[in-house]
């Protein structure tokens, strides 16, 4: 059974940082993506960056690009995601997800796109 475990997340001030972690398990899929998705209080589900498994292509939404950045582990099924100038907006909660992807195949940042959900890590940004 395919399973996402996202860790890293806590307590920030504006302008710091947090790494953020997703492991996958359960899967033997050589060729797949991991996004990163965040629910603010009061708004939707954002996608904020994806990483494909075969060349490493990445994808940023507009609100991350520059301060957050997306990396992997193929071996340890790990998705990073280093996120620094930390704002107070980005508070919310954090979860990964996961997707078969062709190498060629366009990446998509929308949920309809992904198929497994982690359950999600806290990230509070205040002062």
């Known amino acids: 059974q395919l399973q996402l475990v996202e860790s890293g997340g806590g307590l920030a001030q504006p302008g710091g940082s947090l790494r953020l972690s997703c492991a996958g398990s359960?899967?033997?899929?050589?060729?797949?993506?991991i996004a990163w998705f965040r629910q603010i209080p009061g708004k939707g589900r954002e996608g904020i960056s994806c990483?494909?498994?075969?060349?490493?292509?990445?994808v940023y939404a507009d609100s991350v690009r520059g301060r957050f950045t997306i990396s992997k582990d193929n071996a340890k099924k790990t998705v990073y995601l280093q996120m620094d100038n930390l704002k107070p907006e980005d508070t919310g909660v954090y979860s990964c997800?996961?997707?078969?992807?062709?190498?060629?195949?366009?990446?998509?940042?929308?949920?309809?796109?992904?198929?497994?959900w982690g359950q999600g890590t806290q990230v509070t940004v205040s002062s």
């Open positions: 997800a996961w997707a078969p992807h062709p190498p060629a195949a366009i990446m998509r940042l929308e949920e309809y796109a992904f198929e497994s």
């Open positions: 359960g899967f033997t899929l050589k060729y797949y993506k």
């Open positions: 990483i494909s498994s075969s060349a490493g292509a990445t």
